[in-house]
């Protein structure tokens, strides 16, 4: 089984795979202040609940954007299951072009989906990931990644919104019954899950108008289960796109 990382600025997912097949997907929160010994335990501890023994990890790959992490989990990894794990970076064979400016900044979870995408559905594509910070990445024709639109994440903004105002509460994240509030539970609601769905859907009309052409729309992301169905614009849901991409990757470098 091969172990797929993604380290993320609010969380660390997992998920294992055989062959193309995803077995389990797991979770923990993202804190820069463990140990590689800390997260070694937390690791082999939430994997155990999905009834994966040691000996079954025989590889791993890393995806991060968060650089002090980097040294730390691949240290655990090894510490636990004996194995060196890739990670995502200059250097490693992705099998797609990356036309910008600083091919070496773009974020590793943006190349695993581009590549999941490219792989598994067809080029050209816009592939919308709506996690902390939602990003909008497009594939050309030929496969290559043409750039990326990123934008203050769905959080970010409902945060902000009670931290940052006297009278507004904390809520839950969940779609109101009307665009237009009754009160001010609602009304943020509305803002917050609506808002981001009309972002979503303008987006993709100037990115396909400057691209040329209609793109087909994948999208992934924890939170792409809450916005996308009140999105406009005929999408494909994969959740898993970035550990996709990630297994895709590993049997490319292996």
């Not at 592939?127 to 594939?139: H, L, N, Q």
């Amino acid at each position: 089984m091969i172990l797929t990382i993604d380290i993320g600025n609010s969380n660390i997912i997992f998920g294992g795979f055989s062959g193309n097949d995803l077995k389990f997907v797991a979770r923990m929160a993202t804190d820069t202040k463990r140990t590689s010994d800390e997260y070694a335990s937390n690791i082999l501890s939430i994997l155990a609940l999905h009834s994966v023994q040691k000996k079954e990890i025989t590889g791993a790959i890393i995806s991060s954007v968060v650089p002090p992490l980097n040294r730390v989990i691949k240290k655990a990894v090894r510490l636990i299951y004996g194995v060196e794990p890739l990670l995502v970076g200059p250097g490693i064979k992705t099998g797609i072009g990356i036309q910008c400016d600083n091919p070496s900044s773009v974020g590793a979870d943006i190349i695993c989906a581009c590549v999941a995408a490219h792989n598994l559905y067809g080029s050209p594509s816009l592939i919308v990931d709506i996690g902390t910070a939602t990003k909008m990445s497009v594939v050309n024709d030929k496969g290559a990644f043409i750039g990326v639109s990123i934008i203050p994440g769905v959080m970010m903004g409902l945060n902000a919104l009670s931290e940052h105002t006297a009278q507004l509460p904390k809520i839950d994240l969940s779609a109101p019954p009307a665009v237009i509030g009754k009160n001010t539970i609602d009304c943020m609601k509305s803002g917050v899950i609506f808002g981001n769905a009309s972002l979503i859907d303008g987006m993709i009309d100037r990115i396909s108008e400057e691209y040329g052409e209609k793109l087909k729309v994948y999208v992934t992301g924890g939170l792409a289960p809450t916005v996308i169905p009140h999105c406009k614009h005929e999408m494909t849901l994969d959740r898993h796109l970035v550990l996709k991409g990630l297994n895709i990757l590993y049997n490319k470098n292996n």
